[in-house]
């Protein structure tokens, strides 16, 4: 899916500015006015390529297009409804809801009436591409009452502070888009969880035009789609060492100083992310509720037992008070410490976080929000268990009713 979608640059492979500041209306002109360039880019390139796949129908020989084509004309995965599901993608009823969401970041700008036929055209084919190439770490709600909005969920990747966190994106495509890119707000609940993304919820990445780029890492309106904004958020914002996504700070990385810098930025992640969570178990967004409860049953006790393994690796275990016969000379030596993974040189890193250097102020912090978390954890897993057994025993009934019918 990296691929096929195409990734936009965040802000740290900007040379024309090291203000951390900029993400705003200057960095904004400068996107519109390259994009309108749009230059051969990675994805046009890829749009002529094809690769051999077994078909539903056993023809060995079925080529499938691997990116969507030109505006105008249709996709071999809308066309043919044969194709095998990993190339289908998702359907895209699942992705529907009735009506938007009153608590939506962008619910009040609404313009519909400013909407023409050409754009509605634009809106459904994004539609399809989302649901044809999200990856399985996003998750996508889409409203047909109001097209101009959608809200996303990307799961924090594996071995980062962002690690199996659900993080919301509100989206919102205006009366002028594809002509301009989608806007975004990012769920932050007031902190700065990574350089990227604000505390005001402002996303900074050159896809958007919110920070400087050239070429094909600015919005093309033929070429870039909503899939590349999320798959660049998910492949290169939600990073392990997000420390080094600030601007200039990519030089000091293999040093002392960038890698003590790195170290404490994400432990400071680490637990913003924790409070997220918590945030976002009491209160889901609106249309969210099943994907919250499900995700933390299923994957709230690896966060926990991971959290367990920070909080108490290295530290020495408390000597029992057992009696002894006087020492005499000189104490021996303390054990050495233990290795970490990967050899003398090596750092075992869990959630982003390095197990060995990780700061005692990080352990005390995290040895506060764990209970709560484990409690919330408890309660949505139970939750969960009672609606799968619900549902079925709904199921067998019905199956016992028809059966009885027959």
């Given at each position: 899916?990296?691929?096929?979608?195409?990734?936009?640059r965040?802000?740290?492979?900007?040379?024309?500015?090291r203000?951390?500041?900029?993400?705003?209306?200057r960095?904004?002109?400068?996107?519109r006015?390259?994009?309108?360039g749009?230059?051969m880019?990675?994805?046009?390139k890829?749009?002529?390529e094809?690769?051999?796949?077994?078909?539903s129908?056993?023809d060995?020989?079925?080529?499938?297009?691997?990116t969507?084509r030109s505006?105008?004309?249709?996709?071999?995965?809308?066309a043919d409804?044969?194709l095998?599901?990993e190339?289908?993608g998702?359907?895209?009823?699942s992705m529907?809801r009735?009506?938007?969401?009153k608590?939506h970041?962008?619910?009040?700008?609404?313009d519909?009436?400013t909407?023409?036929?050409s754009?509605s055209k634009r809106?459904?084919?994004e539609w399809?591409?989302?649901?044809r190439g999200?990856?399985?770490?996003?998750h996508l709600?889409?409203y047909?009452?109001?097209?101009d909005?959608?809200r996303?969920a990307i799961?924090?990747?594996k071995?980062?502070?962002?690690a199996d966190a659900?993080?919301?994106?509100?989206?919102?495509?205006s009366a002028n888009?594809?002509l301009?890119?989608?806007?975004l707000?990012?769920?932050?609940?007031?902190?700065?969880?990574?350089?990227?993304?604000?505390?005001?919820?402002?996303v900074?990445?050159s896809?958007?035009g919110t920070w400087s780029?050239?070429g094909?890492?600015?919005?093309c309106?033929r070429k870039?789609?909503?899939?590349q904004?999320?798959?660049?958020i998910?492949?290169?914002v939600?990073?392990?060492?997000p420390?080094?996504?600030?601007?200039?700070?990519?030089?000091?990385r293999?040093?002392?100083?960038?890698?003590?810098q790195?170290?404490?930025?994400?432990e400071?992640?680490?637990?913003?992310t924790?409070r997220?969570?918590?945030?976002?178990?009491k209160m889901?967004?609106?249309?969210f509720e099943?994907?919250?409860?499900?995700?933390?049953?299923?994957h709230g006790?690896?966060?926990?037992?991971?959290?367990e393994?920070?909080?108490h690796h290295g530290m020495?275990?408390?000597a029992?008070a057992?009696?002894?016969?006087p020492?005499?000379g000189p104490s021996?030596?303390?054990?050495?410490?233990?290795?970490?993974a990967?050899?003398?040189?090596?750092?075992?890193?869990?959630?982003?976080?390095d197990?060995?250097?990780a700061?005692?102020?990080?352990?005390?912090?995290l040895?506060?929000?764990?209970?709560?978390?484990?409690?919330?954890?408890?309660?949505?897993?139970?939750?969960?268990?009672r609606i799968?057994?619900e549902?079925?025993?709904?199921?067998?009934?019905?199956a016992?009713?028809?059966a009885?019918q027959?």
């Open positions: 899916w990296v691929a096929r979608s195409g990734l936009s965040p802000r740290r492979f900007s040379s024309s500015s203000d951390p500041h900029r993400c705003g209306s960095a904004r002109g400068e996107g006015r390259s994009a309108m749009c230059g880019s990675f994805q046009t890829r749009e002529l094809t690769i051999t796949r077994p078909s129908t056993g060995p020989n079925r080529r499938v297009r691997l969507s505006d105008e004309e249709e996709s071999d995965q809308e409804p044969n095998p599901r190339v289908l998702r359907d895209l009823a529907m009735e009506t938007a969401p608590d970041q962008y619910y009040a700008q609404e519909r009436q909407f023409k036929p754009w809106i459904q084919r399809r591409i989302l649901a999200l990856p399985d770490d996003i709600r889409l047909p009452d109001r097209m909005i959608m996303a799961v924090g990747p071995n980062t502070p962002y659900l993080l919301f994106f509100d989206i919102h495509l888009y594809p301009v890119p989608p806007s707000k990012f769920w932050s609940f007031g902190e700065r969880l990574n350089p990227n993304l604000y505390e005001s919820g402002v900074c990445l896809l958007l780029g050239s094909t890492e600015v919005w309106p870039s789609t909503v899939l904004v999320l798959v660049s998910l492949g290169l939600l990073v392990e060492e420390y080094f996504n600030e601007p200039g700070f990519e030089k000091t293999g040093t002392l100083q960038g890698e003590v790195a170290r404490q930025y994400s400071k992640a680490r637990l913003m924790f997220s969570m918590l945030r976002i178990m889901p967004p609106v249309g099943d994907t919250t409860r499900e995700h933390f049953a299923k006790q690896s966060i926990i037992e991971r959290a393994k920070l909080l020495s275990p408390v029992e057992t009696p002894s016969a020492s005499v021996p030596p303390p054990p050495p410490p233990p290795q970490p990967g050899g003398a040189g090596g750092r075992r890193r869990i959630d982003g976080i197990t060995v250097a700061s005692e102020g990080f352990r005390r912090e040895g506060k929000v764990l209970p709560s978390f484990k409690a919330l954890q408890q309660k949505l897993a139970a939750e969960y268990e799968v057994a549902q079925n025993a709904a199921a067998t009934a019905g016992a009713a028809a009885a027959a």
